[in-house]
């Protein structure tokens, strides 16, 4: 399983922006894909994930309204589509993968695979 993020940037507040998560060598079933991101001095935190059959989705209260998550089926890639942007979302954002039919894990420590990180830097 691989997975591959890009689309960070340099923006200013209230700025969008449109991450990626191309993933390889999954499968469909139960497979949860996941946007985490890490600040300076920060852990690592849970943003957004969605259920890839079905298309459910959670959002980590500090996105709703803002982020929205999204999959092609086609691309095997998720996105994350970053709106109103604000200096405390600036971090290393990660998408992960794990494989799970019960409710969408929230913690790191959950999720099996990693993509390398793409940077986010929103200033004020």
């Known amino acids: 399983v691989q997975l591959q993020a890009s689309g960070g940037g340099l923006v200013q507040a209230g700025d969008s922006l449109r991450l990626s998560c191309a993933a390889s060598?999954?499968?469909?079933?139960?497979?949860?894909i996941a946007w985490f991101r890490q600040a300076p001095g920060k852990e690592r935190e849970f943003v957004a994930a969605i259920r890839w059959s079905g298309g459910s989705t959670n959002y980590a209260d500090s996105v709703k309204g803002r982020f929205t998550i999204s999959r092609e089926n086609a691309k095997n890639t998720v996105y994350l589509q970053m709106n109103s942007l604000k200096p405390e979302d600036t971090a290393v954002y990660y998408c992960?993968?794990?494989?799970?039919?019960?409710?969408?894990?929230?913690?790191?420590?959950?999720?099996?695979?990693w993509g390398q990180g793409t940077e986010v830097t929103v200033s004020s």
């Open positions: 992960a993968a794990n494989y799970w039919s019960g409710p969408i894990a929230y913690r790191s420590r959950n999720y099996d695979y």
């Open positions: 060598g999954l499968t469909i079933s139960n497979l949860v």
